[in-house]
């Protein structure tokens, strides 16, 4: 179930932070291959080159101690003014384990191509060098920036992960 809510709020977050290149009205939408993890151990560049067309950073650990869980393969496509799919393209989701005592934080790293995207400015922004970083707590805790040619979000649904936390994950990755 909180992957359904995960995969719904990633869609979500896709759809506010998302501006076409084009003047006609469309809505993004993500959706996840399979209900089980794709990806049982983290995949190389080549690999998902091959599956998704491009090579996101994709960390074995992020800052603070979380560890890959497993993965998935995202469609995206926007939908035109007659529902048909356009602009297709894959994204990848991968989550995240943090286990201390007997809790465990999770969180998601969500890559895709950055072509025509405009991140959100009605969020906190941060600066690292020269990106800008965009943080937003509204229905979870997220954080998006573009590096390069690619479009990364880490997003806490249930919010246990700080803004802290994830700027310090997306610096280890920026850097």
């Excluded at 989701?93 to 286990?99: C, G, I, P, S, V």
């Amino acid at each position: 179930m909180k992957r359904k809510i995960a995969i719904l709020l990633m869609t979500g977050i896709c759809l506010m932070n998302t501006v076409p290149c084009f003047a006609s009205q469309s809505s993004m939408v993500s959706v996840s291959n399979s209900e089980e993890a794709q990806y049982t151990t983290l995949p190389d560049a080549d690999t998902l080159q091959k599956d998704v067309g491009f090579r996101p950073k994709a960390p074995e650990t992020l800052a603070g101690g979380y560890q890959f869980n497993s993965g998935h393969i995202t469609e995206l496509f926007d939908l035109d003014t007659n529902g048909a799919q356009i602009n297709k393209h894959k994204g990848i989701d991968f989550q995240y384990l943090k286990k201390d005592n007997n809790t465990t934080k999770s969180v998601s790293l969500s890559a895709e191509p950055a072509s025509g995207q405009s991140l959100s400015k009605d969020t906190i922004v941060i600066k690292h060098g020269e990106i800008d970083m965009y943080y937003g707590m509204a229905q979870a805790n997220s954080l998006s920036w573009i590096n390069g040619d690619v479009c990364y979000s880490l997003m806490d649904i249930n919010k246990n992960v700080s803004k802290d936390e994830m700027v310090a994950m997306a610096k280890d990755m920026i850097d």
